[in-house]
């Protein structure tokens, strides 16, 4: 079985241009366009967040695909399920609005859609080979790999910085 | 021919079963355990025995069936969200009558027999109907609960012009807004000073109420029924305790729940309101554990025994029950008596953890704009979050209930809570 990729968050890098917020509102808009995604209504919605924390960090936020995820078991109307790729999904027709997986949510990932009373959250851009946030970030704060990859590219980048402090 | 086999007993034809595990109960909890137990233990049998004539299903759905919103078909519960486990055999119709643990076995109503390695008591709990209302038996009198319930309500919708709500809780306050629904006029009459008061002070539901005068309910507070009048058509009226007599066509009482403990009586299960579990979901006898409405858990901020009826706490200890049933050691962690997020009325809102601040010494903030109200409640010395209530405006629930539930020290970002702009972010430093 292939690995399944993940999103993965480097907080050292995020700039705070939120970028990733319009793209992935762009992304989840009817015409698929900037200029017709501002003019829709409602007005689509972004599935990413980027918060700011003293004294001047940004944090992106998105669904973490919880292993363990208490959103899909809270739920009251059997409406969050987990695909075969592994990715947390909403079900959009049997979610009543109830807004329990907003109150388990740990991470605060999930939004409430007030126009069709309907919870939303990141469903990893089925459409695309590369989510929509990821493409547009530009610094690279977002990256879309597996976890055997993103963890060898760590090692390799932690080792490189071992050897440049012993003075290699 | 499934599991077990047909034996003669006393002269007549008696079912015997064998399961390594069986549950006793198919809502939340049990089914929860069930897919549990399955996912962690691919080949033991399971076999859940549900007194109800339906198959499992989202008990939280059945005010849509009185709504005319959805079918029974749409609230099954097995392969849905994460109900997709396979092999497991749900009998329907089967109440169990009394337990044997020494013989490691239970009986049910009909006679026959379930043989077991290890039992899940998810028995759940049934509306309590104060015997003092007079009348609470005639035809067109429901207490919401099972499916079964809502398709008797649906049934009587055409026959009703007005119906009156027994309670205030959250239970009556969602088949009314159903009833409202399909054009039915509705009365709530509440014992308490406010709605909801069993999830917020009555001051701090305002908002609350007024959404819901605003949709159309009428609500009368500080009243009780002392009886239900019926005929041949079966409710005609209510009598309130102020003399006053309302005519209606349909009476639901929604007066709490009461636990389904009876079938222990006699099998040395230690019982005391509902079933004692251990921290690891364990009941008294050796094999036996509880989890759901019937079980008495504790608080994990007091660590007082408690009580809930909560789908989601259900499912939370039948998943625990699960694991430790399937020889998986794992404590359950308890959970707050109050934990409710809902919309009714198009408000919505969240109650967590300590939220009836009349009585007892706590740091309170409230904050309020024209359509949001907040209440953070912190303990003495102002460094744990205790409780919180959110109206109008939920956002990042989940992290308040994080901060509660974990007790963390929140001296780093609590002006973060108090106006309500905590983010993850917050825990990352």
Same mark, same amino acid.
Request: net charge neutral; with cysteine.
């Given at each position: 079985?292939?690995?399944?990729?993940?999103?993965?968050?480097?907080?050292?890098?995020?700039?705070?241009?939120?970028?990733?917020?319009?793209?992935?509102?762009?992304?989840?808009?009817?015409?698929?366009?900037?200029?017709?995604?501002?003019?829709?209504?409602?007005?689509?919605?972004?599935?990413?967040?980027?918060? +700011?924390?003293?004294?001047?960090?940004?944090?992106?936020?998105?669904?973490?695909?919880?292993?363990?995820?208490?959103?899909?078991?809270?739920?009251?109307?059997?409406?969050?399920?987990?695909?075969?790729?592994?990715?947390?999904?909403? *079900?959009?027709?049997?979610?009543?609005?109830? +807004?329990?997986?907003?109150?388990?949510?740990?991470?605060?990932?999930?939004?409430?859609?007030?126009?069709?009373?309907?919870?939303?959250?990141? *469903?990893?851009?089925? *459409?695309?080979?590369?989510?929509?946030?990821?493409?547009?970030?530009?610094?690279?704060?977002?990256?879309?790999?597996?976890?055997?990859?993103?963890?060898?590219?760590?090692?390799?980048?932690?080792?490189?910085?071992?050897?440049?402090?012993?003075?290699? | 021919?499934?599991?077990?086999?047909?034996?003669?007993?006393?002269?007549?034809?008696?079912?015997?079963?064998?399961?390594?595990?069986?549950?006793?109960?198919?809502?939340?909890?049990?089914?929860?355990?069930? @897919?549990? #137990?399955?996912?962690?233990?691919?080949?033991?049998?399971?076999?859940?025995?549900?007194?109800?004539?339906?198959?499992?299903? $989202?008990?939280?759905?059945?005010? $849509?069936?009185?709504?005319?919103?959805?079918?029974?078909?749409?609230?099954?519960?097995?392969?849905?969200?994460? /109900?997709?486990?396979?092999?497991?055999?749900?009998?329907?119709?089967?109440?169990?009558?009394?337990?044997?643990?020494?013989?490691?076995?239970?009986?049910?109503?009909?006679?026959?027999? /379930?043989?077991?390695?290890?039992?899940? $008591?998810?028995?759940?709990?049934?509306?309590?109907?104060?015997?003092? #209302?007079?009348?609470?038996?005639?035809? !067109?009198?429901?207490?919401?609960?099972?499916?079964?319930?809502?398709?008797?309500?649906?049934?009587?919708?055409?026959?009703?012009?007005?119906?009156?709500?027994?309670? !205030?809780?959250?239970?009556?306050?969602?088949?009314?807004?159903?009833?409202?629904?399909?054009?039915?006029?509705?009365?709530?009459?509440?014992?308490?000073?406010?709605?909801?008061?069993?999830?917020?002070?009555?001051?701090?539901?305002?908002?609350?109420?007024?959404?819901?005068?605003?949709?159309?309910?009428?609500?009368?507070?500080?009243?009780?029924?002392?009886?239900?009048?019926?005929?041949?058509?079966?409710?005609?009226?209510?009598?309130?305790?102020?003399?006053?007599?309302?005519?209606?066509?349909?009476?639901?009482?929604?007066?709490?729940?009461?636990?389904?403990?009876?079938?222990?009586?006699?099998?040395?299960?230690?019982?005391?309101?509902?079933?004692?579990?251990?921290? /690891?979901?364990?009941?008294?006898?050796?094999?036996? /554990?509880?989890?759901?409405?019937?079980?008495?858990?504790?608080?994990?901020?007091?660590?007082?025994? #408690?009580?809930?009826?909560?789908?989601?706490?259900?499912?939370?200890?039948?998943?625990?029950?699960?694991?430790?049933?399937?020889?998986?050691?794992?404590?359950?962690? !308890?959970?707050?008596?109050?934990?409710?997020?809902?919309?009714?009325?198009?408000?919505?809102?969240?109650?967590?953890?300590?939220? @009836?601040?009349?009585?007892?010494?706590?740091?309170?903030?409230?904050?309020?704009?024209?359509?949001?109200?907040?209440?953070?409640?912190?303990?003495?010395?102002?460094?744990?979050?205790?409780?919180?209530? $959110?109206?109008?405006?939920?956002?990042?629930?989940?992290?308040?209930?994080?901060?509660?539930?974990?007790?963390?020290?929140?001296?780093?970002?609590?002006?973060?809570?108090?106006?309500?702009?905590?983010?993850?972010?917050?825990?990352?430093?």
């Amino acid at each position: 079985m292939s690995q399944p990729k993940e999103i993965f968050v480097r907080t050292d890098r995020c700039v705070g241009c939120r970028s990733c917020i319009t793209a992935c509102a762009v992304e989840h808009s009817a015409s698929k366009t900037l200029f017709g995604a501002i003019a829709e209504t409602p007005r689509p919605k972004s599935r990413v967040y980027v918060e +700011w924390v003293a004294p001047n960090h940004k944090v992106p936020l998105v669904c973490r695909q919880c292993e363990d995820a208490p959103c899909m078991h809270a739920c009251i109307s059997g409406a969050i399920h987990r695909d075969a790729d592994g990715v947390v999904r909403t *079900d959009a027709d049997k979610c009543i609005g109830c +807004w329990t997986c907003v109150m388990v949510c740990p991470y605060g990932v999930i939004g409430r859609h007030l126009e069709e009373h309907k919870a939303y959250r990141c *469903d990893r851009c089925p *459409d695309r080979e590369m989510p929509a946030c990821v493409d547009a970030c530009p610094t690279g704060a977002l990256v879309y790999q597996t976890v055997p990859a993103y963890s060898g590219a760590a090692r390799q980048h932690a080792s490189r910085e071992l050897v440049q402090a012993e003075g290699g | 021919m499934p599991p077990g086999s047909l034996s003669k007993r006393k002269g007549v034809d008696v079912s015997e079963h064998q399961s390594q595990y069986v549950i006793v109960g198919g809502s939340a909890a049990g089914m929860a355990a069930a @897919h549990t #137990i399955r996912a962690k233990d691919a080949r033991g049998t399971i076999t859940v025995l549900s007194e109800e004539p339906d198959a499992p299903y $989202f008990r939280p759905l059945i005010p $849509f069936l009185v709504a005319g919103q959805k079918r029974p078909e749409d609230m099954a519960l097995t392969g849905s969200g994460p /109900y997709m486990g396979a092999d497991i055999e749900v009998k329907t119709g089967a109440r169990v009558a009394a337990c044997d643990p020494d013989g490691r076995s239970l009986t049910l109503e009909d006679g026959a027999r /379930y043989g077991y390695e290890k039992v899940l $008591f998810a028995t759940g709990s049934r509306p309590y109907v104060p015997p003092e #209302i007079e009348g609470t038996a005639a035809e !067109g009198a429901f207490a919401l609960r099972t499916l079964a319930d809502a398709r008797g309500m649906a049934a009587r919708v055409a026959r009703t012009a007005h119906a009156v709500m027994l309670g !205030g809780g959250l239970l009556n306050l969602k088949a009314a807004f159903a009833l409202l629904e399909r054009g039915v006029k509705v009365t709530l009459v509440v014992y308490s000073p406010e709605v909801l008061s069993q999830l917020m002070d009555p001051e701090d539901a305002y908002l609350v109420r007024k959404a819901l005068d605003d949709a159309g309910l009428a609500i009368l507070t500080g009243a009780a029924a002392t009886a239900i009048q019926s005929d041949a058509s079966g409710v005609t009226g209510v009598t309130l305790d102020n003399g006053e007599k309302m005519a209606c066509q349909m009476v639901c009482i929604g007066k709490g729940v009461r636990p389904n403990v009876e079938f222990l009586q006699g099998s040395g299960v230690a019982v005391d309101g509902g079933i004692v579990a251990d921290r /690891y979901t364990a009941a008294s006898r050796p094999g036996t /554990y509880a989890a759901g409405d019937v079980a008495v858990t504790h608080d994990p901020i007091s660590g007082a025994p #408690i009580m809930t009826a909560l789908w989601t706490n259900a499912v939370e200890m039948g998943r625990c029950a699960g694991m430790n049933m399937a020889g998986i050691k794992t404590a359950y962690t !308890g959970t707050f008596g109050i934990l409710n997020a809902t919309q009714v009325a198009d408000e919505p809102f969240v109650a967590m953890g300590v939220v @009836h601040t009349k009585s007892g010494d706590y740091e309170i903030h409230r904050r309020a704009t024209a359509a949001t109200f907040r209440k953070l409640v912190f303990d003495p010395g102002g460094n744990r979050l205790v409780g919180a209530v $959110f109206v109008g405006d939920i956002r990042n629930a989940g992290l308040y209930r994080y901060v509660i539930r974990e007790r963390m020290d929140v001296s780093g970002f609590k002006p973060a809570i108090i106006d309500h702009t905590l983010h993850y972010g917050h825990f990352m430093r």
